[in-house]
């Protein structure tokens, strides 16, 4: 079937020549993704994946944005986050902000005895096996935390303390040496000193993940989550897993600002028994098109945090959803957060809505490496919950 | 006519390889040994010269009033410099300093050594970036505790250099709300120098040192009396905005009220303390 027809059969051609052009320009862009354009999701090229125990590795990235700032308004009135140098990416300034989440630095990877490497401090990520055997790393989005933490340097000084002898008046000897003594505070501490730790710029992305669409909203057992859902998660895609643009202001109070919540993610539309895709942005006008997708496997994984700002001693609570958005089973689904240094897990508030192993270990930084077996397959389009709670130190 | 290459010896290209690793080693010996970071300031700089310098590097520092919560002894008396005087604070004050500033203070009350005053001064050289609405509840905090403002009546000088920790190189350990940890500066280091390596410095505390003399408090023992916005915990809606943040000609057309203009410009106002 030629593409003209495909858009005949889905009674979507009545869109003049703007939207054959744009369709035109989408369809060129899915079926032959040139090197130097952005591909809508990115793998890793099949020579260059590492194989453990004959399964391959694949990668998928987080979806970033730029900050956004608005020239009518003064510095730094009008910006979100509110004001950081130019070609510095928000939050800033990074020693303000407490971040968990994501894959940053150094990506993770698994060893040849399927080992995890890599997961450093902040670190959020999921690993599955797809049916295929290809085992899949997919990172969540980035949470972050205005808590910012003082301490202070203290020197002090003071006046020499000096006693001098002097020579007794009328005394006929010989002159002797003036005998004297100087007796000085002493102000000397030994104390380690820390590496200094550096700001730097992190590249934007611009790549962008096109999942395929939910064919029905997934049923989500509650059985481990206690006392329902907070006001915080209490959001459709967390509730089901269905992105709603309504929700999208709030969802974007409870993650990172600078993540971009696209049109790939809220994809969920079904026609004539084909996949179709629905955009509606404000970047574009809107266009509807469809297109046969190829089998692949795809986890989303959502990251979301009760409270925006912290102060020392605050409890915060954390909610990671995933999803089951591509068209087979996945198993052994993996999801692991390494906490940074300054949360400190509460023990035995893990819950779980799916039968789950859980451990706790501790990481390097003198806090823990929160991991989730799940025991059974994940379905299409099902998903499930994980939350715990964090002190902030 | 084509100019064929000359050939070389083995020997040559030896020769040739070790001369180019030499420079390599070289060049990379030297980018090794860079000196290192000359700082321009310390802390036994006169107060304010470290604000005023930090205040010439760029960035929406001039005019922000960085609020500071200044915590006293319980019992003692912080007083804040108004037009050339003292005003009674309490144990605690929470108020906009201006970066660069230099901020004159009397503690009185002090408990243990009753009919001492310390006149300690702050000065703030950075600054922080909130969420909007949130400004005063994050507060840089400078503690006076009890052992340092009696070495400051001991005669000795105590130099406190406040600094924001880099959470990635932060100490794994619960920090109390009112208790602020401290290094101690080694003889000889630069303490200025040495929060710079633990983290961001944002504001200096200078206890001791320093009297009033025969002309009473003139402005140069008040430093000017600089402005201070104080922070009144009336209602939610003050701590909700930031009141140090001018609005536009554009947006104050668009309030529709008189009376929430005219309150909001009062909030707005720099007033001294009372």
Known sequence: MS???RIMRAGLGHGGVLLLLAFATSCRTMQSPKPDSAPLETRQASAQVPVVNGAAIERTPAVQAEPFCNDQLPIPLGCNPPWAPPGIAGPWPHDEYLEDGGDRDVQVNLGRQGEIRGLELEDTVAIFDTADGVTVIKPSNRVCLYAPRFAAVRKVTGVAQNLQNDQPIGVQLPVRAVAEREELFATTAVQPVQPVGGIGT??????????TPIPFISEQPIRAIESGLATYENLRILRQGVFEESEKARLMEAVDAAITWSHDQAVQVMLNEQHAIAITTDQRAQVTFSVEEPERPCLRVIKVASRKTAQPGDIVDFTIRFDNLGDQVIRHVVLMDNLTTRLEYVAGTAQSSRSADFSAEPNEGDSVVLRWDFVD????????????????R | MVHKLRSQTPMVRVAGNVLVCAVWVGLALVAKAEPPVHYHHAGIMPPGAIGTAQLQRGGPLPGYFQPVEIKAPAGALISAAVSNDFVDQGERLLAGFLIGSVYRLRIGNIPGQEGMEVFPTVEVIDRLYPPPGQEFRFPIPVE????????????????????????ESALPA????????????????????????????????????????P???????????????????????????PPELPLPQSVQRRTSSAVRSASHAAKLQPSPVR
């Not at chain 2, 040495?194 to 410095?201: F, I, K, N, V, W």
């Not at chain 2, 009473?216 to 430093?223: E, K, R, W, Y």
């Open chain 1, 3 to 5: 593409t003209s027809q």
């Open chain 2, 174 to 213: 619960a920090q109390p709300r009112d208790e602020q940890p401290y290094f101690e500066a080694p003889d000889g280091e630069n303490p200025l120098e040495l929060a710079d390596t633990l983290g961001r410095p944002m504001a200096i505390l200078r206890l001791g040192g320093r009297l009033p003399g």
């Open chain 1, 202 to 211: 992190k590249q934007p992305s611009i790549e962008r993940v096109r999942e």
């Open chain 1, 377 to 392: 397959p994940l379905p299409v389009g099902q998903g499930g919950l994980v939350r715990f709670h964090c002190r902030v």
């Open chain 2, 144 to 167: 006076l505790s009890q052992e340092e403002l009696e070495m400051a009546i001991a005669g000795r000088f105590v130099t406190r250099v406040i600094y924001l920790e880099d959470p």
């Open chain 2, 215 to 241: 002309e009473g408090l003139d402005d140069l023992f008040m430093f000017g009396s600089p402005p201070m916005l104080k922070w009144k915990p009336t209602t939610q809606a003050a701590v909700s905005s």
